[in-house]
Each structure stands twice: as structure tokens, then as C-alpha cells.
């Protein structure tokens, strides 16, 4: 997933791994490992067609075009980058690219 700036810690990357762990987890947190919470966002998921895997640079790029030239308004919702992080799933060309970026909708 990509961070946007407000849920950052200062001096970490802008892309993060992540797994979903229970709000009350008090387990170990291993060295160079932080605890975030993510508030709750709408978001908009977008799949490319199935790739060979060898061409996912290509099938990313495409859904990136894809999603540069999207207008969410025509459904009433605009981005809303800074509600969540854009979250990308593993690539994987039996199912196609999936990406999903946050959205608000217009009259919130």
C-alpha cells in the first residue's frame, strides 16, 4: 500500500506491507515493524484483464492509465487520497492487476 503524508511517521517510506491484525493485539511488534491504525474509507477497486505473469510491469502501467483518466464524479464520489491509503494486491495474471484508491463521496 501507499501512505499518504498524514498517516506517516517521519523518516518512513511512503510504501508499506502490511497485514490486518485485531485492534486490541498487544502481541510482539518485531524490530523495525510499527502498529498503525486506518480509519475506515470508501474505496474504489479497479482489475485489469488476466496477464501473463511475466508482463506485470505492462499490466500495471495499463490500470495506471486506466485510473489517471478515471472520473469517479460521474458516480458521485471524488479521490480522497488523504482518507486512506491506495492499496495494491499482489500481482497476479491469472485474475488481472487490482488497485484500489480511496474515494468520498461529493456531498460528504
Known amino acids: 500500500m ?10 518512513t517510506s511512503v510504501y508499506a506491507q502490511g ?3 485485531p485492534a486490541d493485539y498487544s502481541g510482539e511488534v518485531p524490530p ?7 480509519p475506515p474509507c470508501k ?3 479497479f482489475q485489469g484483464q ?11 502501467s495499463s490500470l495506471w492509465e486506466v485510473m ?6 460521474i458516480y458521485g464520489f471524488k479521490w ?11 500481482p497476479m495474471g491469472y485474475r488481472g492487476y487490482i488497485e ?3 474515494v468520498r463521496q461529493i456531498n460528504e
Not at 523495525?32 to 486506518?38: E, H, K, R, V
Not at 488476466?50 to 500495471?60: G, N, R, T
Open 19 to 21: 497485514v490486518e491484525v
Open 2 to 11: 501507499w501512505l499518504p503524508e498524514n498517516f506517516r511517521k517521519p523518516g
Open 43 to 45: 474505496m474504489m477497486v
Open 100 to 102: 484500489a484508491r480511496p
Open 80 to 90: 480522497a487520497d488523504e482518507d486512506g491509503p491506495r492499496i495494491q494486491l499482489a
Open 32 to 38: 523495525g515493524f510499527d502498529l498503525i491504525d486506518l
Open 50 to 60: 488476466p496477464y501473463d505473469d511475466e508482463k506485470y510491469v505492462e499490466a500495471i
Open 68 to 73: 489517471k483518466n478515471y472520473n469517479p464524479e
